[in-house]
């Protein structure tokens, strides 16, 4: 089968884990500890913790998969790729972000510690029971969720699985290889005989959005926010210069941060980096734009 290795692009802003989520059967095969009563020294808690700890992801483990075409397939994350997920988690402030079995929102769920394991016989996961390989991203989650806390242990959920998007890399034979470089060479010529390379129709809107972002940059700094590719975005959007297909697919895509977008300004990353990519006006002319893109490319 094929071994598909997940990375995240440096080029996307989206890349990357927007949530964790807790499940029955957890893809990584590991199941989190429940933290409850405990004793210290000269005083007794007796009031529950409420504190879950598990693997959120294990490097180089193999995870089996079945696509929408009945194809089976393993993917899998690198250590390098564990560790930056963990930090861009933290970094973009997802901690508070949570689902039940990927589906519905979770209120009242936090991440509360995130640490990499350095030495597989030392790290504090051996102290509850976990025997993992060196490079594993654990997390603790505190759990003020009534429901939830109650099917934990009630046994409905065992652990965790990790919500977010990546580029694949996958490890092709030389045929595969050059079957692609051959069908991307004829959507090149196209592209050109069609003179679909660039667009300058996005909304006025978008652009003084972009305006906007680049404007609080000036005055405050970007801080941890955003990638060069973000920032060139915000000015080319501002100049109104042309845009091509694929910025446009970027934008178009940016969609999964609409509700991170809706903050103010100042609060994290979210509100400056959807202004920077045009905004509501953007992202959804984008969406649009790409569709007919893609109809008048199939005419």
């Excluded at 429940?34 to 007796?46: F, G, I, P, T």
């Excluded at 640490?115 to 390989?133: A, C, Q, T, V």
């Excluded at 990546?166 to 034979?173: K, V």
């Excluded at 694929?246 to 202004?275: H, P, V």
Aim: proline fraction near 2%; glycine fraction near 6%.
């Amino acid at each position: 089968m094929k071994i598909i290795e997940l990375i995240i692009d440096e080029k996307d802003e989206m890349s990357g884990i927007d949530a964790v989520s807790v499940v029955h059967s957890p893809a990584i095969e590991e199941n989190f500890v429940a933290l409850q009563k405990h004793e210290l020294e000269l005083k007794e808690v007796d009031k529950e913790k409420r504190i879950l700890m598990g693997a959120a992801l294990i490097p180089n483990k193999h995870i089996y998969r079945v696509n929408e075409k009945n194809e089976e397939y393993y993917i899998y994350f690198s250590s390098d790729t564990v560790r930056k997920a963990s930090e861009l988690f933290l970094m973009r402030s997802n901690q508070n972000n949570a689902t039940l079995e990927h589906e519905s929102k979770l209120q009242g769920m936090s991440v509360v510690e995130s640490w990499i394991i350095e030495d597989e016989k030392k790290d504090k996961s051996n102290l509850y029971g976990f025997s993992l390989p060196k490079g594993t991203w654990m997390i603790s989650m505190k759990v003020n969720n009534d429901k939830i806390w109650n099917d934990v242990k009630e046994g409905k959920v065992k652990g965790f699985s990790i919500e977010g998007y990546f580029a694949d890399r996958l490890e092709m034979s030389l045929q595969e290889i050059e079957e692609a470089e051959l069908i991307e060479q004829i959507k090149q010529i196209i592209l050109q005989e069609e003179n679909l390379e660039s667009y300058t129709d996005y909304p006025q809107e978008a652009s003084e959005n972009a305006k906007i972002a680049l404007r609080y940059a000036e005055e405050n700094g970007w801080g941890d926010c955003g990638t060069p590719v973000g920032k060139a975005r915000a000015n080319q959007l501002a100049n109104r210069e042309p845009i091509s297909e694929e910025t446009i697919s970027r934008m178009a895509s940016f969609a999964r941060q609409r509700e991170n977008g809706q903050k103010e300004l100042g609060d994290g990353c979210g509100r400056l980096m959807w202004l920077a990519w045009g905004g509501d006006a953007g992202v959804d002319w984008a969406q649009r734009k790409l569709e007919s893109i893609k109809n008048n490319f199939k005419k």
